[in-house]
């Protein structure tokens, strides 16, 4: 019966590799295991259960990483894999992994800074550029290109980049 | 062509969700009216974010109401197959956009409510609220902010602004009460800890509205009148047209997917 045990924790962990090497759509240099979306692989009778989270009430991308998850595990011999959104514990930008905000940060992004996702209502906020290290910077918009976004302006370099919004 | 309504059992938790629900989806459909309209790029892009967010909300508060009713209904039956009267959110969110100060002071009412209310439903003793208020609090923090911003920047701006923004405030006010009203059904919930009672909220509402409504230089008015009947499904004419859009693919071709 060891075996069977073995065979079955080996089949599970190739199971949430598989499924940990989806990427985010929107920011392909992160995958779902970075951004703590992947939250458990289940192994029942031959048939896989993955559980993931939403990230934003209104991300898009939540369908698509579904979509994909599925498509991996199908390529990879699991057949009809069923994947489960669960909603408690809500997740958190806390979640994200230090290898993930370190790909954010050398893809341009700066990542969430940690515990600071609710400020007061007209609090000011420190955002250092990700281009050129510089703390003079100021918010644009709290609303970017995606819903995990804000976009920022460095003052030095001029140059605009995207701030991964704090949750 | 018409598909028949879904009938909908309202149980008091039913009822709860689907009318937080209901206040997400109008107001979210509400501000994607924008999208390509609004004054510049920036702001084109804040008003369909937080429409994103509100409907997404919206999701997943109508698809914890359909678990909870425990018939064959889900999200999309609940949003795209009830008529006017089967709707159960705040007059205050189905108004038409108006001008841009409209639209905004709209946002600020609902906002600086759903802000206090996400946060207190934290506590909630029911796991799924609870877990869609950790989301919603967050995200309602920065809609806040957004539109507390703008009203200033409108009642402190220009003659014009100012008085748009005032003429917006007058006009919309007497569709705040409803958000602190609880019939039977709510008390029960709140008794079981499951709800909030919103009239412990209205002061700290009050609080965050005289803040910046009193720094953008405008004024609240002193009228208590409120109007009433969202809740209950007595709803201005402005929902149908409203529902009319949302509803066409799905009444015209029933069960259509993309």
Same mark, same amino acid.
């Given at each position: 019966m060891v075996t069977v045990v073995n065979d079955n924790a080996v089949l599970r962990q190739r199971a949430w590799d598989v499924a940990a090497s989806v990427v985010d759509p929107e920011i392909p240099v992160l995958s779902i295991a970075d951004l703590g979306v992947l939250r458990d692989v289940v192994l029942d009778g031959g048939h896989v259960e993955v559980a993931i989270t939403p990230t934003y009430?209104?991300?898009?991308?939540m369908n698509m990483i579904a979509l994909e998850i599925e498509i991996a595990l199908e390529r990879a011999g699991f057949h009809h894999p069923k994947v489960r959104t669960v909603l408690s514990p809500a997740w958190t930008t806390d979640w994200m992994s230090e290898e993930g905000r370190e790909k954010l940060r050398a893809y341009g992004i700066v990542p969430p800074q940690a515990s600071s996702s609710r400020r007061a209502l007209f609090g000011e906020q420190a955002v250092a550029c990700p281009q050129c290290g510089s703390d003079k910077t100021e918010l644009?918009?709290?609303?970017?290109?995606?819903?995990?976004k804000a976009l920022w302006r460095c003052k030095s370099c001029r140059e605009p980049f995207d701030y991964f919004k704090c949750h | 062509m018409l598909v028949a309504n879904i009938q909908v059992s309202e149980t008091p938790l039913v009822l709860y969700a689907l009318r937080r629900a209901d206040d997400a989806l109008i107001l979210g459909h509400r501000l994607s009216e924008w999208c390509g309209h609004a004054p510049m790029l920036e702001e084109d892009m804040a008003l369909s974010n937080i429409a994103l967010d509100l409907i997404g909300q919206a999701r997943e508060l109508y698809t914890y109401a359909a678990k909870a009713e425990g018939?064959?209904?889900d999200e999309d039956k609940l949003a795209y197959l009830r008529d006017v009267r089967q709707y159960r959110n705040l007059l205050l969110v189905e108004?038409?956009?108006? !001008?841009f100060a409209q639209t905004l002071v709209r946002q600020f009412f609902y906002s600086a409510f759903a802000d206090l209310y996400w946060r207190a439903m934290l506590n909630s003793r029911d796991a799924t609220l609870a877990a869609i208020a950790a989301k919603s609090e967050k995200e309602s923090a920065y809609h806040l902010r957004h539109a507390s911003e703008w009203i200033i920047r409108l009642g402190d701006g220009t003659d014009e602004s100012h008085a748009r923004a005032q003429g917006a405030i007058d006009h919309l006010w007497a569709y705040t009460g409803e958000m602190f009203a609880v019939d039977d059904g709510e008390r029960a919930l709140i008794h079981a800890g499951i709800?909030? !009672?919103p009239g412990a909220l209205r002061g700290r509402w009050l609080t965050t509205l005289s803040d910046v409504i009193g720094e953008a230089t405008l004024k609240l008015p002193q009228n208590d009148w409120m109007q009433q009947g969202g809740r209950s499904?007595?709803?201005?004419?402005h929902l149908g047209h409203l529902l009319s859009e949302l509803q066409s693919m799905q009444r015209t071709f029933p069960g259509l997917t993309w």
């Open positions: 009430s209104g991300c898009p991308a644009l918009s709290e609303f970017g290109s995606t819903s995990c | 018939r064959d209904n108004q038409p956009n108006g !001008d709800a909030i !009672d499904g007595r709803h201005s004419e």
